[in-house]
């Protein structure tokens, strides 16, 4: 019944270090997603894969970087990390991107903070 | 103009009252209509949805919609403490994105 996993879960970071956040779903879904969130914004969406081999920007991209590794796994990348990237970070699934309806599952996740 | 607007909250409440969580949008492209609940330390999962103006009742949740206003709205009847929790409305018009409401923070006390 795992869903959504995502690690780490806790992650430091300085300024300019990089870092992959880890992700992988077991429901054979086809669409991906990274969201981050703060206090008073809401969900934002970084990247997303509509299906296997395809990725795209969403609303706040800039700084990240994504890889659709497979079906399962989709990573996020800071290359270089800054504090305004501070954020708890959820990846998510969804059956079809566009689909109505469309349910999306989210991971538990990561809450980064960049000193 | 924010394209949804959401209450933050807090909003605390008796255990067994009626609590409504609201939200306005200003896209009239909007289709689907969403409420997640995301408990502290985890992600959101889906609570309800619809796609029609007019109410959909699910257990003690109802989710109403009225499009002409833009506004829709999540009812919890006989509130328990196990409700509390951050609601956060959503909407999608078909494409890849959905827009989430900045949640409202709901502390339901025994």
């Known amino acids: 019944n795992a869903g959504v996993t995502q690690t780490p879960k806790f992650q430091v970071l300085k300024t300019g270090q990089s870092m992959t956040l880890q992700c992988a779903q077991d429901m054979n879904h086809n669409s991906m997603y990274w969201y981050r969130q703060d206090p008073g914004m809401g969900l934002r969406l970084i990247y997303y894969s509509a299906s296997e081999g395809t990725t795209d920007k969403g609303e706040v991209p800039n700084g990240y970087n994504v890889s659709r590794l497979n079906k399962r796994e989709f990573s996020l990348r800071l290359e270089s990390a800054a504090p305004s990237q501070t954020s708890v970070y959820f990846c998510?699934?969804?059956?079809?991107?566009?689909?109505?309806?469309?349910?999306?599952?989210f991971g538990e996740g990561s809450w980064l903070t960049v000193v | 103009q924010k394209e949804v607007e959401q209450d933050p909250g807090p909003l605390s409440v008796p255990e067994g009252a009626i609590v409504s969580l609201n939200c306005t949008y200003s896209n009239s492209a909007f289709q689907y209509f969403m409420w997640y609940r995301q408990y502290s330390r985890k992600g959101p999962e889906l609570l309800m949805y619809?796609?029609?103006?007019g109410n959909k009742e699910d257990g003690r949740f109802t989710a109403q919609v009225d499009k002409s206003s833009k506004y829709i709205s999540l009812f919890i009847r006989d509130s328990q403490p196990s409700d509390s929790a951050t609601y956060l409305c959503?909407?999608?018009?078909?494409?890849?994105?959905?827009?989430f409401g900045a949640g409202t923070r709901l502390f339901v006390k025994a």
């Open positions: 619809t796609y029609s103006s």
């Open positions: 998510a699934s969804s059956e079809a991107i566009g689909a109505g309806g469309n349910t999306i599952y």
């Open positions: 959503a909407f999608h018009t078909g494409g890849f994105k959905t827009i």
